[in-house]
Each structure stands twice: as C-alpha cells, then as structure tokens.
C-alpha cells in the first residue's frame, strides 16, 4: 500500500507525463487511442479517480468528421482545433483591431456584479479583473439554467472550459479565463424545469416545477414561488440516500433557493460553489446590464439581418452538399433575433412587402425603426436566437476558443458566412468533455457477468438472455422446440389426410394446429418466467447496469443530474477530474468512482 506521500509523487509524475500531450499537440492522435490513467488529487488523503478513453461515436456525423477527420469538415469552420498553430494563430487574430466588440471595462463590471450576486469565490472575481487587460482571451461555452444545474452534461462542459482555460495559459504564455455563459434569454421552460434520476427501484424518476405564468417568457424573467422551491428541495430529499455529505448538500441548496427568484439565481449560485475557487466566470445572457453593453451589436444585427440570413442559407447549403443533414432548419425572411412583446419572447420575421417584421404568423408587427430604437434605448426588449448568438458571444469577448456538444458543434457549421460578413471570424471549437461515471456496484456486477463496458453499451440484452440460458439446466427452450417439430411433424400428415377428403377440413385442421401450438408457446412463456423469477435479483443486477449507463437508451450525462452523486459521493471526485489535465480530444471519458 502506497503511503500518501509515496502515491503523491507518483501521481505527479503520472500526471507530468500526461501533461506533454496537450490539446495542441500536433502528435495528440497518437494518445487519442490510448487508454488514459489520470490520478493526482493534493488532500490529506489523496482520492484515486481511475478515467478511462474510449471512442463513442457520436450520433452526429458531421460531428463525428470534425472530431475523426476534420479534413471534410474543414470549409465550414475557420480553425482546425487539431493543430497547434491554430491556438496562436486565433490569438493574433484577436489582437488585431476588432471592427466590433464591447468595452472591456463595461464588461468586467457588468460580471463583477452578477458573480458577486451569485456568491463567486474570489478566484472567479480576480478572473473578472483579468478581463479589463488587453491580453487577456477567453474560453466560453455554456447552457440553458436547469434545476439544480440540470444534466451532468452541463458539469463536463464547466469542467472542459477550465481545463482548456487553464492549458490555453500554459500554451500562449498569456491569461485565459474560462467564461460560462449561462442562457437566460431562452424561454423553453421544459426543457430547464426539471432533473431526473435512478430511484431505488430502479426506474428513472423526475423532480420539477411547474411554469409560473404559462407565457414564453425568458427563464431569467420568470420568478418561481418560495413554495415551489420547498416542494422540489423537500422531494430532492426524499429522494436521496442517507449519507455523510447529505446533510451539507441540502443544507446548501435551501439556502441558495431561500436567495434566489429565478432558475438562473439558483444555477448561478451552484455553479459558484462547485467551480469559482477554479475560476469560472459565470454571465448571464439576459442581464439588462448585458444588454445595454448589446446595443451596437443588435443594431448591427438588424441592419444586416437579410445579408446574415442568407449567409445562414448558404452556409446550410454547403452542409447538404458536404452530405450532412443540417442541424438546425434555416427559415426564409428570418431576423434571427426575439422582441420582448407582453412579457413573451417573439421571433421575428421580415415583412418583404413592408420592410418591417411580424411573428410567425403574422399576427403581430414591429416596425423596422421601432425596432431600431429599441435596440438604442431599450435593448432589455431584444434577444439573440440560436445563430447570433454566437456573434453576440463574439461582439462580448474576446473568444479564443466556445466549447460546444456534439449538437453545437453541427449547428455552428452554419455560421460562418454570418461571422465573415460582420468581419469575424469563428473562434476555435473545443469538444466538450463527455463522462460516464460507472459506479462500484455497477463495476462489480459488470465483473460478476463477465461484461465489458462494449457489451453493455452494444448488446447487453443478449449478454443477459445468453446469461439466462447457461442458468437453464433443463434446456426448456431446446425440449420446447422438440415438442413443436415432433408435433408438427406428427399433425401435419393428419391434416393432408383429412384435407384430401374435405378441403374445409384441411383449413380446419391448419388453424386447429395453430392454436395447440400457441398453448405450447403459452406453456413455454410461463415456464420461462417461472426460470426468470429464480433470478430475480440477477436480472435486478442487469437492470441496474443498464439503468446507469445507459438509462432511457440515452448517455448517462443527458439524463442525470449531478446532485445525487455528490451526495453519494461528495464532491472529491469531481475536484480530482478538475485538476487531472483531462483533455478535450473528443474521446468519451469513462470514470470510475
């Protein structure tokens, strides 16, 4: 047994060795097949997390070219993530003068403000302070504010933009602050309402919280009810196990909820204490303060709506004619921007006849210089949709790098005409970190059926009916189908007889057999389950590997949440991947707790 100082110097050479092969690294192919250790924690007693790559190919192929062979994906993109120049090359970009970008003091604090509303740890607030310099780039990626931070999908995006903060550092000798752009602005209350996760029984169970008005308002504007907040903690807490960190986790969480009026004050809060001390910085998309930083670039954004969306079109165009289905469906006439209109979120559409816009159906209008006017003394009223977003992103900060899932990382293909004709350019797109965490009683059970992690993601069904027939000593399904052949071989002659001398007989005969043979099938089922309820707890087993790793048939980090391992777990783990050097190279990280 390794003492902990012995296992922390082996750690830190593990981890120096791991450390040459950066993101940048024009050799990191190489590494991307290999089965990857990563073990360092500085505690009193160090914690091992054992992570493990693998390839999951994504269910995106244009995604999936851009992570494996970039080379055909390479026209719709403006860096390739998979060479190191690129990394300098973006910077020096950026220091060139920038046609449009926000103040860089009105930014600082405007996130000055907000992180210290959401309780930021004094490290997120130095990095705040870092971006007045002139040097100073950014790594931003982000996500809609889910209950209680929503899928863990949306930990390993935090996770991949520290981590390739803190390695951009490292590489260009200049800072980077990692920035979580939390999406406020977006009005699909159902899609941030609840969190699921596995029950006792085994079975995928829900907590969530019903709209507070029922309007397409933005989530940042939508206030949840004190009672609402008490109902979804005290079901919370109903569904987690008695542990040591139970307490202290619940104790957090009715406190964050007790100061916040909005799903974005709580997500903001949570991610404050989970990822400040490592610098995050968190920004709300639907800050009125934000805005009003906004206005140029919604005005820009109006004046060159057509241009911009037929960029959009051709940029869709391309995509087909590359062999991919486009990730989003461009509209005909759109603005690709929202207005504020009785307290709902409105996409707007160009009115050719008019010049001005209406909604969808046209059932409401906006002139063209209202809207402009807005964009001057109420910016509060307009919003980004999904493809300018990323150049309001641009316009905001100084981006060297959005890291994106496998979803953005196919829409954005469509952008790049959009940022050439405000004189952008695309920033580099990082894959964000994809984790499955394989708990010890899912490790042990694999072990126990002999499975490896390929059987349980591609055929555990039929490892679990192959189990179930080595289990069967009387070789029912064998004797069964002896039955049904010697049967019908026996009838069949039977039926041709009495066929030859009524041919009604023959068809009576046929579906007399039929039915005798659908008895012995009946037979057959309840024998079967009879043989299944011996292994009852076996098949239990069964189901909770799969229900863990692949629950709904989905990946485990676009389904659970994160609150209920912190709470078998505490958060040790989670600190470990944050300073284990993982890299984003579109390898799926198995971790094993």
């Excluded at 089922?525 to 229900?547: E, G, H, P, Y």
Aim: aromatic content about 8%.
């Amino acid at each position: 047994m390794w003492s902990t100082s012995a296992r922390n110097e082996d750690i830190e050479r593990e981890g120096a060795h791991l450390g040459r092969f950066l993101l940048f690294d024009d050799s990191m192919e190489d590494v991307y097949n290999q089965k990857d250790t990563y073990l360092r924690k500085k505690s009193e007693a160090a914690v091992v997390v054992k992570v493990e790559s693998i390839h999951w190919k994504s269910s995106q192929p244009l995604t999936e070219d851009y992570l494996r062979h970039f080379d055909r994906v390479a026209a719709l993109y403006d860096y390739n993530p998979w060479t190191s120049s690129s990394w300098q090359e973006r910077a020096e970009q950026l220091d060139r003068e920038r046609q449009l970008s926000a103040d860089r003091a009105g930014l600082a604090c405007v996130l000055k403000r907000f992180n210290e509303r959401a309780g930021n740890a004094p490290e997120a607030m130095r990095a705040v302070n870092l971006l007045k310099d002139e040097r100073t780039l950014c790594v931003v990626g982000g996500q809609q504010a889910g209950l209680f931070t929503g899928q863990t999908l949306v930990i390993y995006k935090a996770i991949t933009l520290i981590q390739t903060a803190k390695l951009a550092a490292e590489r260009l000798g200049r800072p980077v602050v990692p920035v979580f752009w939390i999406a406020g602005e977006d009005h699909d209350f159902d899609e941030v309402n609840h969190i699921q996760y596995l029950s006792q029984d085994m079975q995928v169970s829900k907590i969530k919280i019903e709209h507070p008005t029922g309007k397409r308002s933005s989530v940042s504007n939508l206030s949840i009810p004190q009672e609402q907040w008490e109902a979804a903690l005290n079901e919370l807490d109903q569904s987690l196990i008695p542990t040591e960190f139970k307490d202290d986790l619940m104790s957090s969480l009715r406190a964050f909820a007790e100061q916040s009026i909005t799903l974005v004050d709580l997500f903001a809060k949570i991610m404050a204490k989970l990822f400040g001390s490592h610098g995050l910085v968190l920004v709300n998309s639907d800050d009125p303060a934000l805005r009003r930083l906004e206005s140029p670039m919604f005005r820009e954004l109006l004046e060159h709506y057509a241009p911009i969306n037929d960029a959009v079109h051709r940029s869709t165009a391309q995509v087909v004619t590359l062999g991919y289905k486009p990730q989003v469906e461009a509209q005909a006439n759109s603005a690709n921007l929202f207005v504020i209109d009785d307290d709902e979120r409105v996409l707007l559409y160009a009115d050719e006849a008019s010049q001005d816009f209406t909604d969808r159906k046209k059932e409401r209008a906006f002139a063209r210089e209202q809207l402009l006017a807005w964009a001057e003394t109420a910016p509060e009223r307009l919003s980004n949709n999904v493809m300018t977003r990323p150049l309001m992103q641009e316009y905001l900060f100084p981006v060297l790098g959005t890291v994106l899932g496998p979803g953005e990382i196919a829409y954005w293909a469509l952008s790049k005409g959009a940022f050439h004709h405000l004189g952008m350019q695309m920033p580099i797109i990082i894959p964000r970190l994809e984790f499955t965490l394989l708990e010890g009683t899912v490790q042990k059970n694999m072990h126990k059926y002999d499975l490896t992690l390929d059987d349980v993601l591609h055929r555990l069904d039929e490892k679990q009916q192959e189990w179930l027939r080595k289990q069967d000593t009387l070789q029912l399904e064998e004797r069964f189908a002896q039955v049904k052949q010697q049967f019908k071989a026996s009838y069949q002659p039977l039926i041709e007889i009495t066929a030859g001398i009524n041919p009604g007989l023959g068809k009576l005969g046929e579906t007399n057999m039929a039915k005798i043979l659908e008895q012995i099938d009946f037979l057959e089922n309840k024998a079967q389950d009879a043989v299944r309820t011996q292994f009852d707890a076996a098949l239990r087993q069964f189901q909770r590997i799969s229900a863990s790793v692949l629950p709904l048939g989905k990946p485990q980090e676009r389904v659970y949440n994160i609150i209920h391992y912190l709470n078998k777990y505490g958060s040790g783990w989670l600190n470990e991947l944050l300073e284990a050097g993982l890299e984003p190279d579109g390898q799926h990280k198995i971790c094993y707790l």
